[in-house]
């Protein structure tokens, strides 16, 4: 069984500004991970994934998150945020193999950049 | 290229009432597909998943049924909608052997 925690459900920050949104996991088998973002009542992109090798991972949007498996940690980050980086952020997690490798998600954290 | 489609993107419904939505997948074969529903303050939870024609698993006990009649169709389905049915919901994808799933853009459901 695996689950997913996000423990900020909001994160407001200001443009250009750094911003780090928490993910935690729990597996009890080897997992990719994967960050998502959902502008309003829009589906899911993907942001970047981790599978395996350097433990940074660069994603679009001058995002990127660092796994961590001694904490079951995969945190995403950037730099400097824009206005257009307001949405909903998602960490997920699943399988390398078996049950259909269907992801399971986090509740998601709403990153609002404000001026 | 591999494109989703997902429809209808809003719709709204009498309690009481059927539920038909439809997903579609183009430029790939065999995909597993995905049913989502999000509700607000609570991710996106699993519903069902398909890994071939005619094969569905259930995540969940509810009102909802699903169906893959063809190969990249995956269609959601009710008998008689209920109010805690409504939410956003979403197709996904996932080409087997293959990490990531892509998703559809959405179908906001309200029950009234």
């Known amino acids: 069984a695996q689950s997913v925690t996000q423990l900020d459900s909001q994160v407001p920050v200001f443009e250009e500004a750094p911003v780090e949104l928490r993910c935690n996991y729990s597996?009890?088998?080897?997992?990719?991970l994967f960050w998502y973002v959902q502008y309003p009542n829009q589906g899911l992109q993907l942001l970047l994934k981790?599978?395996?090798?350097?433990?940074l991972v660069k994603g679009i949007n001058g995002f990127e998150a660092e796994f961590n498996k001694s904490q079951t940690s995969f945190h995403l980050r950037k730099p400097s945020v824009h206005i257009s980086d307001t949405a909903e952020y998602f960490c997920a997690v699943g399988p390398l193999t078996g049950g259909g490798n269907k992801l399971t998600f986090g509740t998601g954290t709403q990153l609002k950049v404000e001026l | 290229s591999q494109t989703i489609h997902q429809w209808p993107a809003t719709l709204v419904q009498p309690v009481g009432s059927p539920l038909s939505l439809e997903c579609t997948v183009e430029?790939?074969?065999?995909?597993?597909l995905y049913w989502y529903r999000q509700a607000a303050g609570r991710g996106l939870q699993l519903l069902f998943y398909s890994v071939g024609i005619g094969q569905i698993s259930s995540e969940v006990p509810q009102n909802l049924s699903a169906s893959r009649p063809q190969d990249r169709q995956f269609i959601l389905s009710s008998k008689k909608l209920l109010l805690s049915d409504s939410g956003f919901y979403l197709c996904?994808?996932?080409?087997?052997?293959?990490?990531?799933?892509?998703f559809g853009q959405g179908t906001r459901l309200t029950v009234v």
């Open positions: 597996s009890s088998v080897s997992v990719y």
């Open positions: 981790y599978l395996s090798g350097s433990t």
């Open positions: 996904a994808w996932k080409v087997k052997g293959l990490t990531e799933a892509f």
């Open positions: 430029g790939t074969s065999n995909p597993n």
